[in-house]
């Protein structure tokens, strides 16, 4: 999978998800790249969700919506995916409401979308990086340094500690 140049309906279908989640969760919010306006991204609308505790996921009206739930190595979390017929893919992260306020993906993208310039220079990256690797395991660690460095500053301004970005 390819970035693709940003496109307006991944805010709608982000919205979209999120209503349709909210009764499932105590909050749920669409993070990532697709979050961000003029961001090129994958066609993957992230969505994060939250409850006080992981063992409270409804699975069974999760896949009534169409998601699946995926075995990962993330710590803290659980780990859904849902392919719409479009080819647009969901991945939906759970975590914990104790966690939510400081989970590196939200305080990322709110630093994308009140930082335009570094939202250009993580944009730049990602063609560059996608150019030279395409996608894969070679292009997802190149991001990492400007990732980490923009999430520290994200969590600088909220008088946060620094977190490796994956190791949340």
Same mark, same amino acid.
């Given at each position: 999978?390819?970035?693709? $140049? ?9 919205? =979209?998800?999120? !209503? ?9 919010? @669409?993070?990532? /790249? ?7 991204? %994958? ?5 994060? #969700? ?18 699946? %739930? ?5 710590? =803290?979390?659980? *780990?859904?995916? +849902?392919?719409? &017929?479009?080819?647009?893919? &969901? @991945? ?6 104790? /966690?939510?306020?400081? +989970? ?6 709110? @630093?994308?979308?009140? @930082?335009? #310039?570094?939202?250009?220079? &993580? ?9 030279? *690797?395409?996608?894969?395991?070679? &292009?997802? +660690?190149? %991001?990492? $340094?400007?990732? =980490? $460095? ?14 490796? !970005?994956? $190791?949340?």
């Amino acid at each position: 999978m390819t970035i693709a $140049e940003p496109d307006p309906r991944w805010a709608e279908l982000g919205r =979209q998800a999120c !209503v349709v989640l909210a009764p499932l969760f105590l909050t749920v919010e @669409h993070v990532g /790249s697709t979050a961000v306006p003029g961001l090129p991204a %994958k066609p993957v609308i992230d969505l994060m #969700a939250g409850l006080e505790d992981l063992d409270d996921v409804n699975t069974s009206a999760l896949a009534t919506f169409g998601y699946r %739930k995926v075995a990962t190595d993330m710590p =803290q979390r659980l *780990f859904y995916r +849902r392919e719409d &017929y479009d080819s647009t893919a &969901y @991945h939906l992260h759970v975590v914990t409401a104790e /966690s939510w306020p400081v +989970r590196n993906e939200r305080l990322l993208r709110d @630093h994308l979308l009140t @930082h335009p #310039a570094d939202r250009d220079r &993580y944009a730049a990256l990602k063609r560059e990086l996608m150019a030279k *690797f395409g996608p894969g395991d070679a &292009y997802t +660690r190149g %991001k990492t $340094e400007l990732i =980490q $460095e923009l999430t520290d500053a994200a969590r600088a301004e909220r008088g946060l500690p620094s977190v490796p !970005v994956w $190791e949340e």
